[in-house]
Nanobody
Framework: QVQLVESGGGLVQAGGSLRLSCAAS????????MGWFRQAPGKEREFVAA????????YYADYVKGRFTISRDNAKSTVYLQMNSLKPEDAAVYYC?????????????????????WGQGTQVTVSS
């Protein structure tokens, strides 16, 4: 079991930055790939970024590549999402998620059904 709690959301102007954090607890965290997803009002939840259990491999959606950076500190059981050059279209509820497997590939970690554990989300609002 893994419990996930997101924080760091808020209101920011377009072009600004935010860093989201996801604190994890549970014995399987260290073996799990972690991901960030987001859901804007009236839209389906979509993949943002993922990181392997070691932190060596990362994978990004094209629409955030070059602007967002995912990282993890396994000593603190925390995953981060640094978001720079934010755009109004980045506004959404951001969710942290953990897979229940040690398997990692880009197609696997970008698929919602690969994740067994989800946080409750943190709101990001970007003003234009």
């Amino acid at each position: 079991q893994v419990q996930l709690v997101e924080s760091g959301g808020g209101l920011v102007q377009a072009g600004g930055s935010l860093r989201l954090s996801c604190a994890a607890s549970g014995r399987t965290y260290s073996r799990a790939a972690m991901g960030w997803f987001r859901q804007a009002p009236g839209k389906e939840r979509e993949f943002v970024a993922a990181i392997s259990r070691s932190g060596i491999s990362t994978y990004y959606a094209d629409y955030v590549k070059g602007r967002f950076t995912i990282s993890r500190d396994n000593a603190k059981s925390t995953v981060y999402l640094q978001m720079n050059s934010l755009k109004p279209e980045d506004a959404a509820v951001y969710y942290c998620a953990a897979t229940g497997s040690t398997y990692y590939s880009g197609s696997y970690v970008s698929t919602q059904s690969s994740y067994d554990y989800w946080g409750q989300g943190t709101q990001v609002t970007v003003s234009s």
